[in-house]
Each structure stands twice: as structure tokens, then as C-alpha cells.
């Protein structure tokens, strides 16, 4: 069920909108994900955050929260939802990228600076600091290798009889043990 309002130029489709199980929208395709990430709100919210990730002080939420929506009940656990979708992840990132790159920082000044890092510390033989390098060249590269979590369940039934007195009465009780542990993301 939804409302739209319509005007003697529009349509609404009910087919297409019952394909998505939409009927709130006039372009039920759209995600509401997308929606925000379009959204004037939206927008202004991810240059708050990239403002605030490049200056010293640490993220404050709550401004970031009363920005976005200043409505809901706890404005900063709706924006840290928020920032958890991949498209505002997207959006921040290549909002990051913008100011970076205005201030002369991009990929290559990175890869640059740690080309001459790894130099440095290789010619003072510096293990420890070459190692650290390293790590980042091998996610510049695409070798680390990932982890993934696998998670072990085992169920067991236990019945318990019950005293004398209910003696055909009986107690069955589930107890189910979980286990996760990170493994190599292996590609076979």
C-alpha cells in the first residue's frame, strides 16, 4: 500500500510497481538508499563527515545525526546506519578522493611516498619499518590475503525426566553452541 499524488501528466504503473513491491514511488526501482544518496540531506551529510574525517578532531556524531535527521529519536545511530550502506561508502570515498586531490594528494603521491619510505628504510636497513611497507603494497596489489568467518553450530537434545510425582511428563530442553573463527579466504 501507498500513497502518490498524481497529476493529469502522470502514471503510475501497478505492474511494475508490484514487480518491486513498491508502491510508494512513481520509480519503484529506486532503492531508498539511492533515494537518500540523491537527496539534498544526504549529500550534505557526507561533506559534514569527509570535513570532519580530514580535520584533527574526531567524528562527532551527533552533529553528523542532527544534519541528516534531526528527527528521529537517536540522530547519531541513524547516521552511523547510514554510512554502513555501500552506496554512501561509494559516496564517501569518491568525496574523499575530491578534497584529497584538491590538496594535491591522489593514488599516485601515495604510492610515490611509500616507494620512497620503503627506499629509505631499505638503505638504513630498517626490518621493521620495510615489513610495515610492505603490507602496503600488498593491498595496493590485491595479495593479502582475506579472512572469512565460518561459523561452526552444534544442537543437542537433552530430556530430563521429571520427579516421581509427573512421572510421564518430560522436560526437553535445546542447548546449541556456536563457533566462529577466521579462516584465509583462499581462491581456489
Known amino acids: 500500500m501507498g500513497v502518490?499524488?498524481?497529476?493529469?501528466?502522470?502514471?503510475?504503473?501497478?505492474?511494475?510497481?508490484r514487480a518491486y513491491g513498491n508502491y510508494d514511488?512513481?520509480?519503484?526501482?529506486?532503492?531508498?538508499?539511492?533515494?537518500?544518496?540523491?537527496?539534498?540531506?544526504?549529500?550534505r551529510t557526507v561533506e559534514a563527515y569527509v570535513t570532519q574525517?580530514?580535520?584533527p578532531n574526531?567524528?562527532?556524531?551527533?552533529?553528523?545525526?542532527?544534519?541528516y535527521r534531526p528527527d528521529q529519536k537517536i540522530p547519531a545511530a541513524t547516521v552511523r546506519r547510514l554510512f554502513k550502506e555501500e552506496k554512501f561508502k561509494k559516496m564517501i570515498?569518491?568525496?574523499?578522493?575530491?578534497?584529497l586531490s584538491k590538496k594535491g594528494i591522489t593514488k599516485e603521491t601515495v604510492v610515490q611516498n611509500n616507494i620512497d619510505a620503503y627506499e629509505m628504510a631499505k638503505s638504513k636497513k630498517d626490518p621493521s619499518v620495510m615489513h610495515k611497507i610492505n603490507g602496503s603494497f600488498e593491498e595496493y596489489l590485491g595479495m593479502k590475503m582475506q579472512k572469512k568467518t565460518v561459523t561452526e553450530r552444534i544442537e543437542m537434545d537433552m530430556t530430563h525426566q521429571i520427579g516421581e510425582t509427573i512421572e510421564k511428563e518430560k522436560e526437553k530442553r535445546k542447548i546449541a553452541l556456536e563457533r566462529k573463527t577466521?579462516?584465509?579466504d583462499t581462491k581456489d
Open 93 to 99: 570515498d569518491d568525496k574523499l578522493a575530491e578534497v
Open 58 to 67: 574526531p567524528i562527532d556524531w551527533d552533529i553528523l545525526g542532527n544534519i
Open 4 to 17: 502518490g499524488w498524481t497529476t493529469k501528466y502522470c502514471k503510475i504503473k501497478y505492474e511494475r510497481n
Open 53 to 55: 574525517l580530514i580535520s
Open 182 to 184: 577466521e579462516l584465509p
Open 25 to 43: 514511488r512513481l520509480d519503484p526501482s529506486k532503492t531508498w538508499q539511492d533515494q537518500e544518496a540523491t537527496s539534498a540531506r544526504g549529500k
